[in-house]
């Protein structure tokens, strides 16, 4: 505690309180800061190398106000279906910045494509390859349509939890296959594979394995060039950058992500100087501007463990819950009605769920919660609601707020009981029939 004044007053983002914000859109719900989006993104365009491209990749948090402030700070799009493909095009990225990927493209998925006019289509397989190029064939005009091919690396990534290359994965297509293309690359009538794409994982924490993933993945790219003589024109190297959830996790050093990065990148340029260098991130550009809000309902005791039941969980915040994760670990939570007062309590926090996995927290260090308080689960601006079982329960999607220029914007309605229901067909069911 600062001072007994500071003790009484409650979290505000950007002047507006929560509690504010709250009052209008109801609980539980997501609150995104525009300016922390946009600082992020511009921070990060500050430390890279020059000529270094950044793509959202829209799978970490799909709503598309959150698209719309990172295109206007610079970024362009990556994509893995047509809904996202849509929603990057209606927040203003020019087709000329997205890239579509993914390991199960269908032919709708691959027409839209060329409709849009994307920079690039990351073909995750040779039969995908063929079936873009016989597409594009059949599709109006002459220009060439581009394509990268994502390659499963044979070397290992450094320091991911998620490791990608090296192994037997359903992304990409091998280097070693990929190496012995050349005959497929000449029966392509309309496509011209004009580079690659290599993802090595996702929460990289520490700049030197990020720095090596890269090099590496250049090197692999300009030798699988080489020897498929091919002229490079876009190496995308994945980014996988992380934020720093829990405890024992410090953010990722920027300037030394800088220094190391210089270096590889510059030299690469020299040698490639029309090549365009394309790092596509998600939890890196929104993780840290997102707080989930979820207001206590009950407040009980069971042998000894104090618990808060609040109204929001796992069914919009899988991430924060950890389900899948072998220990539990607790996202930072914040008491947003009394964020300077002592945290002198511990109280695992549960929500609404029929489930004993539905904990948001566990035995964390809170001031005192009382039945209608409002906490803040922060860093839940990447893998919410999207990758959440938002169904689950029926309790369905979780209203979305945006910050911006000092106010607050629903940026998505909250799900209702008649939203789920009006999916649904009641069958006339025939009395005479057994079942
Ligand atoms: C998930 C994914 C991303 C985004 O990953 P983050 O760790 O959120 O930055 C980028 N590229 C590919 C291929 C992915 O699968």
Known sequence: MHSGESASVEAEIQGIPYAAIAEECGTPFFVYDAHVLSTTLRELRDVLPVGVDVLYSLKANPN???????????????????????????AGVDPGDIVFLGPGKTCADLAACLEAGIHAVVCESFAELR?????????????????????????????????????????????????????????????????????????????????????????????????????????????????AYFENEEDLDAGALEKGLTGPVTEFRERHPGCRLIMELGRYLTARAGTYV????????????????????????????????FVKR????????????????????????????????????????????LLGVERSGAYGPTASPGLFLSHGYPAEVLVHGGRAHLVRDRDTPEDLLARQHLVGLDPSAAG
């Open 330 to 373: 607790n996202f930072p939570v914040r008491h947003l009605g009394r964020p300077h007062a002592l945290a002198d309590r511990t109280y695992t926090v549960t929500g609404p769920l029929c489930t004993p996995n539905d904990t948001v927290v566990k035995r964390a260090a809170l001031p005192e919660v009382v039945p209608g308080d």
């Open 64 to 90: 598309i106000s959150v698209c719309a402030v990172l295109h206007r700070a610079g970024a362009g799009a990556e994509v893995s279906s047509v809904a996202e493909l849509t929603t990057a095009l209606r």
């Open 294 to 325: 979820t207001r206590a309902l009950y407040v009980k005791e069971s042998s000894g463990e104090s618990f808060v039941v609040a109204d929001g969980g796992t069914h919009h915040h899988m991430a924060a819950v950890g389900i899948g994760s």
């Open 131 to 243: 079936l873009l190029d016989r597409i594009a064939a059949g599709h109006g005009g002459t220009a060439p349509v581009r394509a990268l091919l994502r390659v499963n690396p044979a070397f290992p990534s450094k320091g991911s939890g998620l490791a990608m290359g090296g192994k037997p994965r359903q992304f990409g297509i091998d280097e070693e296959q990929v190496r012995a293309c050349r005959p497929l690359l000449d029966t392509l009538r309309r496509v011209e594979v004009v580079g690659f794409h290599a993802y090595m994982g996702t929460r990289f924490l520490h700049h030197e394995d990020i720095v090596a993933n890269t090099e590496n993945i250049l090197a692999m790219a300009e030798s699988l060039a080489a020897d498929l003589r091919i002229r490079l024109d876009t190496v995308d190297f994945g980014g996988g950058l992380g934020v």
